[in-house]
């Protein structure tokens, strides 16, 4: 077995638990540790720490991750050999050390990004400003082991409304979140966001489109290698300019993983309550114990939490409890509803005068 070439993988994220992962899937696997750094439907884009190049997976990789719900991400550790036409075939994934997922229409988990230690979540200033939108990116974060970290955008078109949509932002979420305002097209955001840039750091950029994800990631790279685009008039939304996640080297020695705009977010994430730490502390002092603080007495929750933040958590703790039914709890309330149909249907047949 070859040694792990620290060096080398520094550039594109190794971490030393990650390299101490690999080094032990290796006693037992073949292939060179490569950095998922693009996903299509067919081929993946990799990097080796020195060039970047297309590999594929092996039918038994893509069947056995299948069969976990599962599929390779940007950001994924995988061992990868070339065949003697010099095709690289990925063989195995190291199992991720942190990822971040949403669910899909069907309820599914979809993993924007793997093996992240930071996830900056991009929101303008302008009519992108949303605080129940970004209280759903802080959902998805909680509980993943990613540091989230707010970077407001378009700080030069908005300055008015800075101070103020700051204050707003401070007062609501919880205490110790780092907010960081900059103007994306600035280089200096590189200094802003110098503490999560370290050599060896990833970072995944997460926000709606047009919010300055592929800007800051051109500005971070100091050339222009990401799409941007404009922002319609009148809503000021973005056009979805960015259509797929992928890995950039910085010169700063840390990786970014642009990803394109996402419309609708339903956080995956097994923890009730995710992103609400305030709200779950806050609830030991109810007076009831399963005090839902829709208004009941001697509620800490409600005196406390501003309503808005309180209206969204309920909502999140809805969507929540839909999303990690069992199958048998989903067909209890199937069935319960058919019943209730029924017997609608019966009241209806049934009902003197009809
Ligand atoms: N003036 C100014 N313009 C910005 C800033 N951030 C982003 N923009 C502009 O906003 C528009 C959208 O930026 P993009 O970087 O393409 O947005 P995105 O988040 O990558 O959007 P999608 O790829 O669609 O998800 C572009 O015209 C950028 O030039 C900023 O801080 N200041
Ligand atoms: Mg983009
Ligand atoms: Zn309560």
Known sequence: MQELDFDRLRPIGLSLSMARAITLAREELAGAPLRVTEVHRETIGVHDGVASFTAR????LSRSLAEDSASLAVGDWVLGEPDRHRDWWIHSRIAPQSQLARRDMHGLPQVFASNVDTALLVMGLDTD????????????????????VVVLTKTDLCVQDVPQ????????????????????LDAAV????????????????????GAGKSTLTNTLLGAAV????GVRQGDGRGRH?????????????????????????RPATDVAGAGFDDVMTLARACRFRDCGHHGEPGCAVREAVQPDRLANFHKLEREHKRDTMTALERREQLNLWKARGRSARAWARDKPGV
């Open 57 to 60: 997976a092996i039918p038994r």
């Open 226 to 229: 990401q799409d941007t685009g």
């Open 165 to 184: 949509r700051v204050e707003t932002l401070l007062t609501r979420l919880p205490v110790g979140l780092s907010i960081v305002a900059v103007n994306a």
């Open 241 to 265: 300019t960015t259509t797929v996640r992928s890995l950039h080297l910085l010169p700063s020695g840390a990786c970014v993983i642009d990803t394109p705009g996402v419309r609708t977010l």
């Open 129 to 148: 400003f949303s605080p129940r939108r970004l209280e759903r990116f802080l959902a998805l974060v909680q509980g993943s082991g990613v540091e989230p």
């Open 190 to 209: 590189a200094t802003n966001l110098a503490p999560w840039l370290a050599a060896g750091q990833t970072l995944v950029l997460l926000g709606s489109s």
